[in-house]
């Protein structure tokens, strides 16, 4: 293989446009030396998955999957069937959420396998998995996706659970906690380990950006970012490990401005403001908004950002059977189209929806896909439904939504009113999970730091270009942050 070793940088929430500038800002050289010379690289436009967000993305980066198959279809989701640890149906929310899942953040990095690695059903290969069935070898630093690695170096749980109790990232600042993860790679590469593929992965810049706005991503990548890189090379030049290294830099999602006020944010939960609860009650039905409640109740609410997912049971069965479509699920859905259009049953949602996705499970089946639902009770395909906005407010929606379709999908979809800044989370000034441009966009991008020979590198990056390019054309669609791991493989069967 030309490319000696690959390494990985991989910066949550990095937006694609922050990462056009940071290659040509001079206060930036680690990371230009890092992607080597500008006729060398490869950049990319990836497109994020749909729900926009962390787990759900990060998990395709690191599987090469669509998030039907490696089952993972939000930070927040519904087992109503109790399939992924048989022991009943289960709320999942890795990011804590409303109802302080703390059980399900600290699992993350639990054993070798971790939460996502259980998770992910059988025939889904991890990157590093892949790696090890060539014979090389995989490490990664912090990254929530370790399965199959033969390095996992985690973060210290204590750590977490700080975050948990505080509410805070971990009890410290975002930033110093990546400077701490960029020095266990260092101590790891200074103790003689030579990984064939070393991921690092960044949390900051998203924590940043959310409390922030993304405007500020640029100053972060300056001020935080850039150190840790400049550490990194002059140990990768120390160690003589720069020439020959292939350097991917990856992002999961971006993000959009949003107002950070109790009126923008949409939430669940007891203490908070009750907003989508109210629409439950006022239809007689128990959702499940209290912390550690069982999901023994009528409806389930995930957040994700710009999307929700409402999960409903047909009263006084169990929830693997199906809802029933008119008095569950259409009620429920035109519920929500009555608060968004009039204030009915909850004045705080009036203005803040832009669509409604339902699928009608007691006709089609647990394949039934998810079509827009308009006020009057109407479906309409995806695609003709987001016809009009394509390009503009959304970008492949139809498309990627049919990606993150499985059986576990929900019932129905809530689309938060972007225009007007409105999501499902906690009041912050930066948001993703949605299907707009500004969130839907993400960062791809494989360069070489030095060559010795120009002519083997090149031939790596055609290589990568092509097989991405292939597979895109092969399903229809644009370039994916699952794209990352068919490039790293790529590059390492060149
Ligand atoms: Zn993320």
Redesign the pocket.
Known sequence: MPAKRILILDI??LRRDVFAQSLDDPAQPALQTLMGDASRRLVLDPLSTAPS???C??SSMFTGRHPADHGVIGNQFFDRFGRYENRGPKFYAFDVGDLLAVEDALRIYQDSDGLLGRIYPAGVTTLHEHVRARGKRSATVHHMVGRGADVWIKPDLIQIARAVKGGGLFGLEPSAFDSEMTDKAIALLRSGDRPDVLTLYF?GL?QHSHHNGPGEQLAYMRQHVGPPLARLVATLELLNLLEDTLVVVA???GQYATPSDTRHSLRLSFPFDRELAHVFDSLGLDVHDYPGESPDCDAVVASNGALAYVYLRRPGHPWATPPRFETDVRRVAKAFWDAHLTGAHSDELRGTLSGILARDVEREGWAAPHQSIDSAGRLHVLEDAFATQEGHTVVQAARRLRASQSDLSPDLVLLSNYTEGFYFSPPLLGM?GGLHPDDSGATLAFGFAKVGDPAPAAAVLHAVEHAIMARSRAEDRAVSVADLTTGVLAALDA
Request: a negative charge.
């Open positions: 949550d929430g967000i962390t787990f993305a990060q949390l998203d992002s999961d999602h993703h």
